[in-house]
Antibody, heavy 117, light 113 residues
Framework: QLQLQESGPGLVKPSETLSLTCTVS??????????WAWIRQPPGKGLECIGS???????YYNPSLKSRITISVDTSKNQFSLKLTSVTAADTAVYYC?????????WGQGTLLTVSS | DIVMTQSPDSLAVSLGERATINCKSS????????????LAWYQQKAGQPPKLLIY???TRESGVPDRFSGSGSGTDFTLTISSLQAEDVAVYYC?????????FGQGTKLEIK
């Protein structure tokens, strides 16, 4: 059974770069033919796919965020990461990491990121 | 991007009654080559991450009660809860995984009448 856990700063200043990490346990991040995804949810709103990285290394980014996003995998630590540059208040949200073969069967608990000076 | 539109935005149903949530995609999310519909449903309770209920439009995830069922094909899909229980109060989302980015519907809030 896969388990995912997000970690991140909690508070980021406007214009700075956000870095979040998802630690995977229960299986190797390279052994599953899964998508490893970042999804966010602004307070009181719905779910937005930020992007994902497939086990092959291919990345898929939301076009509305593409210029600001990098998703990468660290196989030595069994983690995948999100970098989001030039953050604004509109990036305030709960950020989830999730995984699955297309549908997302596994989710982290989420981490709240607040963008504020 | 494929736009997913759910209806209604909110729904109040009496305990034991049927609840029906609809999801429409802006283009087909079905592959004729394998006859599969690339559509999933999730349940999100307050303060929790989403939980997968159904994938391939109608396949229940392990452990999901059989009162939850999914149907539809092409662009029109339905999630049905046959007999609403108190623990089913939640927001429900559909998601297409036909083409990245894998977009979600806006959510349907289900309450007890």
């Amino acid at each position: 059974q896969l388990q995912l856990q997000e970690s991140g700063p909690g508070l980021v200043k406007p214009s700075e770069t956000l870095s979040l990490t998802c630690t995977v346990s229960g299986d190797s991040i390279t052994s599953s033919s899964y998508f490893w995804a970042w999804i966010r949810q602004p307070p009181g709103k719905g779910l937005e796919c930020i992007g994902s990285i497939y086990s092959s290394g291919s990345t898929y980014y939301n076009p509305s965020l593409k210029s600001r996003i990098t998703i990468s995998v660290d196989t030595s630590k069994n983690q995948f990461s999100l970098k989001l540059t030039s953050v604004t208040a509109a990036d305030t949200a709960v950020y989830y990491c999730a995984s699955g073969p297309g549908w997302y069967a596994y989710w982290g608990q989420g981490t709240l990121l607040t963008v504020s000076s | 991007d494929i736009v997913m539109t759910q209806s209604p935005d909110s729904l109040a149903v009496s305990l034991g009654e049927r609840a029906t949530i609809n999801c429409k995609s802006s283009q087909s999310v079905s592959y004729s080559s394998n006859n599969k519909n690339y559509l999933a449903w999730y349940q999100q309770k307050a303060g929790q991450p989403p939980k997968l209920l159904i994938y391939w439009a109608s396949t229940r995830e392990s452990g999901v009660p059989d009162r939850f069922s999914g149907s539809g094909s092409g662009t029109d899909f339905t999630l049905t809860i046959s007999s609403l229980q108190a623990e089913d109060v939640a927001v429900y989302y559909c998601q297409q995984y036909y083409t990245p980015p894998y977009t979600f519907g806006q959510g349907t809030k289900l309450e007890i009448k």
